[in-house]
């Protein structure tokens, strides 16, 4: 029998959790590191996984207009570093990659489906996007994202909140 939990969604006025991850680059990074700074956090499924890379690809290709916008792009999975690396280095990719094997940073956002069968517990990732502020507020949370498009819509977005 399986038992599915879902997880608690932030929204719009909510103040960001902080975390701390190791990134591709064995560099470890908090949201605190980053005081100050806006951000767009994005976690999705699975490196080199062909959506996520279609999706990272997006971000690779569109930072100049992000970073003209005010922001900073920071990528998070359940990944562990080594995939992370080379993912980096086969897409070519320019943003923080950040590692959350156990899916802290996922429950703390509720990006994660957690459920049990047969007394082990499955996580299911949900592909997300929040725009955060320089006071660490959520200017924008957005769930079950369809990366197709989806830099377009943050672009949008970050047009929008100016």
Known sequence: MSESTKPIRLAKGDTAPNFELESDEYKHYALADFKHKNIVLY??????????TTEACDFRDNLN?????????????????????????KEHLNFVLLSDPEYEVHKLYGTVEES???GKHEYTPIRS?????????????????????????VLAKLEELK
């Open 65 to 89: 207009r992000i970073e003209a916008a005010g922001y900073t792009v920071i990528g998070v999975s359940g990944d562990d570093v080594r995939p992370l690396q080379e993912f980096r280095e």
């Open 129 to 153: 996007t929040f725009i955060i502020n320089g006071d660490g507020k959520i200017e924008d949370a957005e769930y079950d994202v369809d990366y197709k498009g989806h830099v377009d819509r």
């Open 43 to 52: 976690f999705y499924p699975q490196a080199m996984s062909s959506y996520c």
């Open 116 to 118: 049990e069968k047969d």
